[in-house]
């Protein structure tokens, strides 16, 4: 009997590490962690395998590679090849306006690109844009996303769109929402599809003389969404009752015969409801005619690449895309990140992973239709966590970070999906590869064309100073990122006092800390009198000092030295400002993606700090003449 039972956990384990998963890692100290079975036969079960039974045959399982197909090469354009190019980056949501509802929205975008091409940049970097759930705004998160097919209409600039007048939004609470220090997404929501469903009901009721805006045009775009909108857009109309009834926006709450797409009371519910989801629908159609809006005039304005979108690393567990097709994903699993010396519990972030087996199949790869989703705008695309390309770290519901383990996934599959959409989009991909890179990953993302993602404020240095010459030509670099302090909050370090008001470390850790950012600031200091950017003599600034403004035009300058192909400058940072966007891993205690610029999105051209540095970007990377553009196709 025993020997049974160990013949039977060998073919398991065997059948285990065919599907991809490891039953060891290394972390990031590089100390090989085993991977407990229990989370192993979770991982099995997850995959299809509920039986736990090694009868499938392993001779039908390929083993997965960590290979790029031989010609598989993601777009880039000429223009990166003959020049280096620069970009601002920023949260939409953020941008501040005379004129807005109280987020920034795809108007002031066309604004902001109009000033960005006028500086000298060549793109725009956003926030995912991704659906997130309109019956409860206040899941705010960009990297939280109900769907990533579909895009977020709290974005529509509602004072754009035909048929629009004053009198369908209340004045006195459009002002306060736009003067507000924070993003009031429930008053944004409420503000705004009020609004809109009055231009609904005149929609209907007209015949529309743009031809953009007409009803054939809407009967199209509905046809062409096929399915997954119309799950969507059922799953929004039916959230939207769950939460007026007190069982919230997310399907894992609500009745039992509505968790399921295909129930009776869930078809007879859509019957009902037609109007209700050929609103949502319109809502869609609207946010991408905006979009296409925004790339037109990017393109118009001398954008050389456009609009720089990122990409979530998934999707909540509770969202319209995993109530709509389950089997796309691997229930019962959360992507995160193992513990480490930065994060000693380690990561959940409370996504689910999309499942393996359809993404093998080229002709109905789910990955590219995702990925095509952002694309279809896109002149440059970010992967958030890049390396799921690869693997994925992944934690059974209702565990610790500790008992997670990590799944391969169908490397080559996947690239060439991403580099088929790439090049028929002609969109450029970078890949975010930092946190824990497997040996042979970022030589296979080269290989296919991905651009790296590099942090300066992340990177090595020693007596010598900073060795930013090493920073390899095919990626993008940048200062920091939203997960982290703006530049001046990092140089006072802002960022470790806040850390510690909250509870998340103690005062010697904080010490510490506070000890290594000043040889950090020392070392960038070093390195930027090294090459004449401040004077020679100039003292390190003490903890709580600001950063001196000859040190941050001297940064940039600095950042846009570096051989990468794309840098990109916070927008926070060109406003001098200090305060996080992102706290990970707190929720009420900081208010996360909804704190906004404090200047006005209009004199964003005539602020001091932004016209020094931008100015100084330009300066290191001009931009030549151009007869076209290289944005999305």
């Known amino acids: 009997m025993a020997n049974h039972q160990d013949e039977n956990k060998i073919a398991i384990d065997r059948l285990g590490a065919k599907l991809g998963i490891q039953a060891t890692y290394e972390d990031l100290q590089g100390v090989v962690q085993e991977v407990p079975r229990s989370t192993r036969l979770r991982l099995l079960q997850a995959l299809g395998f509920h039986d736990q039974s090694p009868s499938a045959s392993l001779e039908d399982r390929q083993t997965p590679r960590l290979e790029v197909p031989e010609g598989t090469k993601c777009y880039l354009p000429d223009l990166l090849q003959e020049e280096r190019v620069w970009g601002i980056s920023l949260q939409l949501y953020e941008l501040r306006s005379s004129r807005n509802h109280g987020i920034g929205d795809f108007e002031d975008l066309k604004n902001l690109c109009r000033i960005a091409a006028d500086t000298g940049a060549d793109f725009i970097g956003l926030n995912p844009l991704h659906a997130l759930f309109l019956s409860d705004p206040a899941r705010c998160s960009p990297y939280s996303p109900s769907n990533r097919l579909f895009f ?51 929609w209907k009721g007209s ?16 046809i062409a969404g096929g399915n997954d909108l119309y799950g969507h857009c059922l799953f929004e109309t039916i ?77 909540v567990p509770d969202g319209s895309s995993t109530w709509s097709r389950s089997d796309l994903v691997l229930r019962g699993m959360h992507i995160g990140a193992p513990p480490d010396a930065f994060s000693a519990a380690g990561q959940d972030w409370g996504l689910v992973p999309l499942s393996p087996a359809p993404l ?37 519901e209702g565990d610790t970070p500790g008992a997670g383990g990590y799944l391969r996934y169908p490397f080559p599959e996947m690239i060439r999906s991403l580099a088929e959409i790439s090049k028929a989009q002609r969109t450029i991909i970078v890949g975010e590869d930092l946190g824990n890179v497997p040996d042979g990953f970022r030589p296979a993302m080269e290989k296919a064309g991905i651009l790296g993602y590099r942090v300066i404020y992340f990177e090595d240095y020693d007596e010598q100073g900073f060795n930013l010459e090493a920073i390899p030509y095919h990626s993008l670099a940048c200062l920091s990122t939203h997960d982290l302090s703006p530049l001046a909050g990092w140089w006072s370090t802002d960022d470790i006092s806040l850390e510690e008001r909250l509870g998340r ?11 290594e950012r000043q ?25 709580g000092e600001a950063i001196p403004p000859d040190v941050a035009v001297g940064l940039h300058r600095l950042l846009a030295r ?31 993606w909804q704190l ?15 016209k020094a540095v931008s100015a100084a970007l330009s300066e290191e990377r001009p931009k030549p003449a151009r007869g076209t553009t290289a944005g999305a196709g």
């Open 152 to 202: 977020n209409p709290l974005y529509l600039a509602v004072d754009s769109l035909p048929g629009f007048s004053q009198d369908m939004i209340d004045q006195k609470m459009a002002a306060r929402l736009r003067y507000s220090e924070t993003v009031d997404y429930v008053g944004v929501a409420d503000l705004k599809l009020a609004a809109l469903r009055t231009l609904w009901r005149r």
């Open 207 to 222: 015949d529309p003389q743009d031809p953009r805006f007409s009803r054939i045009a809407f009967s199209d775009f509905k």
């Open 239 to 315: 959230s939207s009752q769950m939460t007026e009834k007190g069982y919230g926006s997310g399907w894992l709450g609500w009745p039992q015969p509505f968790r399921d797409y295909q129930s009776r009371e869930v078809q007879e519910f859509a019957t009902a409801h037609k109007e209700e989801i050929d609103f949502h629908a319109w809502l869609q159609w609207l946010t991408t005619l905006q979009i296409e809006d925004v790339v037109s005039f990017a393109s118009a304005v001398g954008l050389g690449i456009g609009l720089y979108f990122d990409f979530a690393v998934g999707e």
């Open 360 to 396: 093998i199949d080229q002709s109905t790869s789910h990955y590219k239709k995702l990925v095509g989703a952002s694309m279809s705008f896109a002149g440059a695309l970010r992967l958030d966590h890049a390396m799921s390309l690869w693997q994925l770290f992944l934690i059974p």
């Open 505 to 515: 470390i103690d005062h010697q850790l904080a010490l510490q800390l506070r000890s």
């Open 519 to 543: 040889k950090r600031k020392g070392a960038l200091l070093q390195e930027l009198s090294r090459i004449g950017l401040v004077p020679i003599d100039l003292a390190i600034s003490n903890d």
């Open 562 to 592: 570096v051989p990468s192909m794309l840098v990109t400058a916070r927008l926070s940072d060109l406003l001098g400002e200090s305060v996080a966007t992102n706290i990970p891993g707190t929720s009420s205690e900081y208010p996360n």
């Open 596 to 610: 906004k610029l404090k200047v006005l999105l209009e004199d964003l051209p005539i602020h001091p700090v932004f």
